[in-house]
């Protein structure tokens, strides 16, 4: 069955309480999201300017899978560090939904296919070298092969739009205890605590429990007080307005809606602006920071990714913040994600600045078969 636009379906509106249900307060208003895609525009460049990656400020991808590595799931020795500012994503989405009782405990709905789907929407990431908000980062940062990486994941969202209007659901979740809420939390307390007990040492790999990188972007990193405040900052005001990018796309596909969209481009314009005060802008499409130029594949890459975010009902940072608030099944996702990058730098599926992985076009048309299998499959007839 297919839907007029402007006019939602049940799955549809089964995919909006997924995501956290209605809104409720003035960060959820035209002008709230549009302040809150300002904050995270201005921070993720300070977040660069003071260690982090070129044009990678703020990478949900990129910084899951970094914390893939800290923990010994992956030894790419350049890609590894525990992010404090994902860990602070999900405790600020905590705090401000305990502060709002927003807090709701669930879980149930189709969990091995949503971890498989975070896996591979890691794998189409790490393809391009970037989740939603990096391509947005990279674009404001000059590197023009973003563009395609946005391109390919509006490709891979209007193809989730065509199974969302098809009756496609991964089904409802269910109330469920406050500990299923909790337990991701209190795994990123647990990584946090980690981080203080083996601080990294100069010029060593290993501390304690936790592996370091020595070169490359997993070496670069903001100061941890500055990372976590960040983290904790976007955390609670993306819970509170309910920012997500692949939600933006969708909401502009399916509905003519551009509530969402405001937010993500406040995010961009800030993004360029800090970008140029600072001296962080170089247009061109060869030399970006942690980038190739491969056309096809950095679109390839976004597609899958575009595509399993949309059928799981959020982008990486969406994810992250409805696990904060309760969601268990987002969990689930996020902890796929982690998975997926392990996989992706074990068995050479993820790209590098030198270009694909030598198994990369192999784990793309996986991804894209499990994906689209999916969504013909878990089709409600009305």
Partial sequence: MRSRPGRETAAFRQSRRD???????????????????????????????????????????????????????????????????????????????????????????APIVRFLLGAFAMIGALIFLGCPWRALLRLAGGDLNAVLGIAGLIGG???????????????????????????????????????????????????????????????QHAPLVLALGAGLIIGGLAQRSRFCTMGAFRDLLLFRQTHLLCGVLALLVAALVVNLALGQFRLGFEGQPVAHALHFWNFAGMVLAGLAFALAGGCPGRQLFMAGEGDGDSAVFVLGMIVGAAFAHNFGLASSPKGLGPHGMEAWVLGMAFCLFIGFAMRKKA
Wanted: proline residues 6%.
């Fill in 19 to 109: 995501e956290g249900g209605a809104v409720k307060n003035s960060f959820a208003t035209r002008w709230g999201i549009i302040g809150v895609g300002l904050a995270i525009g201005v921070l993720a460049p300070l977040l660069q300017f003071w260690g982090n990656p070129g044009n990678m400020g703020v990478c949900v991808a990129c910084f899951e899978r970094d914390i893939a590595g800290a923990v010994g799931l992956h030894r790419a020795d350049v890609v590894q560090y525990m992010r404090p500012e994902i860990i602070g994503f999900v405790l600020g989405s905590l705090l401000a939904a305990l502060a709002a009782k927003d807090f709701r405990p669930r879980a149930g709905s």
């Fill in 157 to 219: 969202i209007w193809i989730g739009t065509l199974f969302l209007r098809g009756g496609f659901t991964l089904g409802r979740s269910q109330q469920a205890p406050a500990a299923v809420g909790l337990v991701l939390p209190l795994v990123m307390v647990l990584f946090l605590a980690l981080l203080f007990l083996y601080p990294a040492q100069e010029g060593q790999p290993v501390s304690g429990v936790l592996f370091y990188s020595l070169k490359g972007p997993g070496a």
